[in-house]
């Protein structure tokens, strides 16, 4: 059974910096395209950004140059590191696999796996 884990979420002041990671179990990452998704309650999932097998990222306008994905093959992770977090960065994160689409890759529902999620609050 496909496991995704993430980890890494908590609280921080605005201009702070977290880092989230995703394990994936049960699950080769390593030809697959995997994503960051965010939401908050009552709202739409939101992608934050996507990264291909071979590390090239995309990432939504409203995280562009402070957010960085990364991913380390060999151990299964995906990485999320936010800097510069804003109040409005809060919510829960998600990491997504099993991409089955042809370009929409900030669509939820082209993804076949999730995480469970770890919450994100920036706050002072």
């Known amino acids: 059974q496909v496991k995704l884990v993430e980890s890494g979420g908590g609280s921080v002041q605005p201009g702070g910096s977290l880092a989230l990671s995703c394990l994936a179990s049960?699950?080769?990452?390593?030809?697959?395209?995997m994503a960051w998704f965010r939401q908050l309650p009552g709202k739409q999932r939101e992608a934050v950004g996507t990264s291909d097998s071979a590390g090239n990222t995309r990432y939504a306008d409203s995280v562009k140059g402070r957010f960085t994905i990364s991913r380390d093959n060999a151990q299964n992770i995906l990485y999320l590191q936010m800097n510069t977090l804003k109040p409005e960065d809060t919510a829960m994160y998600y990491c997504?696999?099993?991409?089955?689409?042809?370009?929409?890759?900030?669509?939820?529902?082209?993804?076949?796996?999730w995480g469970q999620g770890t919450q994100v609050t920036v706050s002072s």
């Open positions: 997504a696999a099993g991409f089955r689409g042809y370009n929409a890759y900030f669509d939820p529902r082209l993804y076949n796996y």
């Open positions: 049960s699950y080769s990452i390593t030809n697959d395209r």
